[in-house]
Structures are given as structure tokens and as C-alpha cells.
Nanobody, 119 residues
Framework: QVQLQESGPGLVKPSQTLSLTCTVSGDSITANYNYWSWIRQPPGKGLEWMGA???????YYSPSLKSRISISRDTSKNQFTLQLRSVISEDTAVYYC???????????WGQGTQYTVSS
């Protein structure tokens, strides 16, 4: 089964950049028709899809975040990375990485990691 693991600092100051890495085991991030997403859940709110990088390297971003978000990958390490710039307190959330196949829903998730924006 595919396994995903988030890693990175759990605290960032306002106006700075939030960074997280997802390490994938059991499948290749370049395998045909696989998509690799970042999803978050602020306190007391629902899940929010942030963006994804496809097996081809193409990226897709939520319109509400497109001015601040970047998703990249390191194929040699089978990892993909989230960067969210100019963070504010409302960016505090549990952040998840997850994977899906074309035409289907998410089939595997990381455990999630708390990220707090605070001075």
C-alpha cells in the first residue's frame, strides 16, 4: 500500500513562508495517472484542497491560494514539497498530503501535521 509522511517545522512567523515535504513509499510520484495533493483543515473548519502536482510535473492550485502557493517535487527522493508564502494567522491548520488516480478519489493520506502561524 502507498504510504505518505509529512515533515517540516510546525511553527512559522506571520509574513514568512510555510514549508512542508511529503515522502512517498510504495509507489512512484512519476507513475502514470497519479496525482499528489496538499490538503489542510483549520481549527473548527472543513477540509480544504490546496493544490496538486501530477505525475507529469504539471501543477494545479486552488484559486484562493494561487498567488501564494507553490508545489514542487524531487523525483530522485520520491518527495513533493509545499511552499505557502506570506502566511497569516488563518493559515494555522493541520496539513495533509494525499494521493489520487485520474478519475478517482483520494486513496491514501499522510497522518497530518499541525502548523501554527505565530509571532
Amino acid at each position: 500500500q502507498v504510504q505518505l509522511q509529512e515533515s517540516g517545522p510546525g511553527l512559522v512567523k506571520p509574513s514568512q513562508t510555510l514549508s512542508l515535504t511529503c515522502t512517498v513509499s510504495g509507489d512512484s510520484i512519476t507513475a502514470n495517472y497519479n496525482y499528489w495533493s496538499w490538503i489542510r483543515q483549520p481549527p473548527g473548519k472543513g477540509l480544504e484542497w490546496m493544490g496538486a502536482i501530477a505525475y507529469s510535473g504539471s501543477t494545479y492550485y486552488s484559486p484562493s491560494l494561487k498567488s501564494r502557493i507553490s508545489i514542487s517535487r524531487d523525483t530522485s527522493k520520491n518527495q513533493f514539497t509545499l511552499q505557502l508564502r506570506s502566511v497569516i494567522s488563518e493559515d494555522t491548520a493541520v496539513y495533509y498530503c494525499a494521493t489520487s488516480v485520474r478519475g478517482k478519489g483520494f486513496r491514501s493520506w499522510g497522518q497530518g501535521t499541525q502548523y501554527t502561524v505565530s509571532s
